[in-house]
Structure formats: C-alpha cells, structure tokens
C-alpha cells in the first residue's frame, strides 16, 4: 500500500473538445459535456497508477481535449512570461497554451501517453515543451526557478510547500481541484474524502501569498475550488 501522499486523486474534466471522460469505475461515457468526476486511485504502487492512467489515455484519443484550463486563460494576462511548470500536464493543453504565449513549459506527468500525446500537442502547434515522465511523489520542483506553477485536477498536498518555494518572487500559482462537495453530486458517488480539498482549504494554504482569485463552488455537477495567486 502507497503512503498517502503518494495516492492521488485525479478529475478528468469535460470541458468543450473533450471526447470523453471516465466514471470512477473506469467505464467510458461517451459525449458527456458536464464534469465527471474519475478517481484513478488504486493505492498500490506507482507502476498500477500508472498503468491505470495509460489505460484511460488509450480509452480516448484526447481525454482532456486541447482547451487550456478557462482560469488559465482569464488570468494569462497577468502572469510574467518565463519559466513555467505544469504539474500533471496530461496531454499538455495548459502546457502548449503557455509555450504559444511564450514561456519556456515543463511539464511533469507520469503517463507516458499523456506525455507523448501532450509532445505531439506541442509539435502540431510548432512550439517546444520540455516533458518529464516522473511519479509526482519523487519529482522536487526546483526552488526559486519558476514564474508560474500550474496544477489543475491534481491534489497531492505534499506538492503545495515545494509549489511556494518552486516560485520566484512575483511568480504566480493557478491551482484548481474538485473539493469535498463533490461528494454530494451524482459524479461524486464513490470518491473518497481525503483526496478531495476541504472547504476553503486551498486557500488557507496559500494564506501567505497575495490572492488575485478564489472561487469554491457547486454548480451540482461540479464542486470545485479555484485559485490564482502571487507569491509575494
Ligand atoms: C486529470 S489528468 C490531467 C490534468 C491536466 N492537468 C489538465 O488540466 O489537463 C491528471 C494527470 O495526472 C497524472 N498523474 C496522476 N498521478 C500522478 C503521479 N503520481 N505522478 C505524476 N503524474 C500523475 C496522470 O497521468 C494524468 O495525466
């Protein structure tokens, strides 16, 4: 059994363009526009969960589709282009949509056809990202190195010290996960608390930066807990 911090809990978002999303017990569902929620949590080692990831990718040709993150792209404008890192960049949409407005991307995923979709993702649309293919839960972001950090539909809470210091001063966080609330909605059966964001958790964690947005909200078939801040 993985330590908790190495178990991880993922949301598979049907944003428009995406083809298809997965309920939690892995089964397809087709042509589905709203958010459903998949927990990809097998909690026992790193080659299941990996394997379980790749199994989903292969599922569907674009499982996230190539729409970058909408808190992405209402905050890119304040965001000073550099270095960029991309937590669980999946097939790299937030990933190619910062190397397309300039910063120099670096994307960590563990899903090796996520990464080989998010490099092709970067070629059709002629820019560069550096990918590493890595278990989150032995990847140390470097200290100091990055002017924004994005983690969007990935909550492993032993990242959240590293994504403070992993920023440079000015540098910008755009974090987004589904929160406990989700428990209540009908894609929520089935999800296990811990790996979900308690209410107003994220932005305690982030008490010490300067916070430009914070949403937590339930719509009734999302519940989600969005956040753009800068680190002072
Ligand atoms: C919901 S998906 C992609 C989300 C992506 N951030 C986006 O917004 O499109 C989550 C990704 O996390 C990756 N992942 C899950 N657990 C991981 C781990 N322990 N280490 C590295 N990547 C992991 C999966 O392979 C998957 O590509």
Redesign the pocket.
């Known amino acids: 059994m993985r330590v908790m911090g190495?178990i991880?809990l993922?949301?598979?978002?049907t944003v428009s363009g995406c083809r298809g999303c997965f309920e939690p017990q892995g089964n397809r569902v087709s042509s589905k526009k709203n958010l459903s929620v998949f927990q990809?949590l097998t909690g026992e080692d790193?080659e299941s969960?990996?394997n379980r990831?790749d199994e989903l990718?292969n599922q569907s040709p674009a499982?996230?589709g190539h729409d970058p993150?909408p808190i992405l792209v209402q905050f890119i404008d304040i965001i000073p282009v550099g270095r960029a890192l991309?937590?669980?960049?999946?097939?790299g949409?937030?990933a190619v949509f910062l190397a397309k407005k300039g910063f120099l991307v670096e994307g960590?995923?563990?899903?090796e056809v996520?990464i080989l979709r998010a490099q092709k993702w970067a070629r059709e649309n002629r820019v560069h990202i550096e990918t590493t293919g890595?278990?989150?839960?032995k990847?140390a972001i470097r200290s100091g190195a990055f002017d924004v950090i994005?983690n969007?539909?990935?909550l492993?809470r032993s990242l959240i010290p590293q994504i403070k210091k992993g920023l440079k001063t000015g540098g910008v966080v755009v974090f987004e996960n589904a929160t406990t609330e989700q428990l209540k909605n009908p894609g929520g059966q089935g999800l296990v608390p811990e790996f979900l964001l308690k209410p107003g958790e994220l932005k305690e964690a982030f008490r010490d930066f300067q916070i430009l947005f914070y949403d937590e909200t339930n719509n009734g078939i999302e519940a989600k807990a969005k956040l753009v801040a800068v680190k002072p």
């Open positions: 190495s991880f993922l949301f598979c978002v990809a790193e969960d990996r990831w990718y499982m996230t993150a991309d937590i669980a960049m999946g097939e949409r937030n960590v995923d563990f899903s996520a890595i278990d989150l839960n990847y994005v969007i539909d990935y492993q």
